[in-house]
């Protein structure tokens, strides 16, 4: 089992930035997918972005240009940095792990296995 922790929310004002970042532990998975997805009161947990080992990256229409997803492979972590921010961009934001690879970039909930707890982005007018 894999465990993901995310760090970085916060409170904003629309057009500012934020970094998120997740650390996973506990498998030795040399090749995975990382990803991030949001959740609001109104939404399932929607993707957001992943990015496997390679650097192979996918992105949402709604946040393709203002946000950038990267990783470090050793540890595994991955970050997401978030610029030019809206208010629809608030929610929480998971950290999602799988280490089935081949076939693209998953970006059904339901391909991942492991997810982290969460941590809140506020955007304000």
């Known amino acids: 089992q894999v465990r993901l922790v995310e760090s970085g929310g916060g409170s904003v004002q629309a057009g500012g930035s934020l970094t998120l970042a997740c650390v996973a532990t506990?498998?030795?998975?040399?090749?995975?997918?990382l990803s991030w997805y949001r959740q609001t009161p109104a939404s399932l947990r929607d993707f957001v972005a992943s990015?496997?080992?390679?650097?192979?990256?996918k992105y949402a229409d709604t946040v393709k240009g203002r946000f950038t997803i990267s990783r470090d492979n050793v540890p595994n972590m991955v970050y997401l940095q978030m610029n030019s921010l809206k208010e629809e961009d608030t929610g929480v934001y998971y950290c999602a792990f799988t280490g089935v690879v081949g076939g693209g970039l998953p970006t059904h909930r339901s391909q991942y296995s492991d997810w982290g707890q969460g941590t809140q982005v506020t955007v304000s007018s």
């Open positions: 506990g498998e030795d998975f040399r090749i995975n997918i």
């Open positions: 990015i496997d080992s390679a650097g192979t990256t």
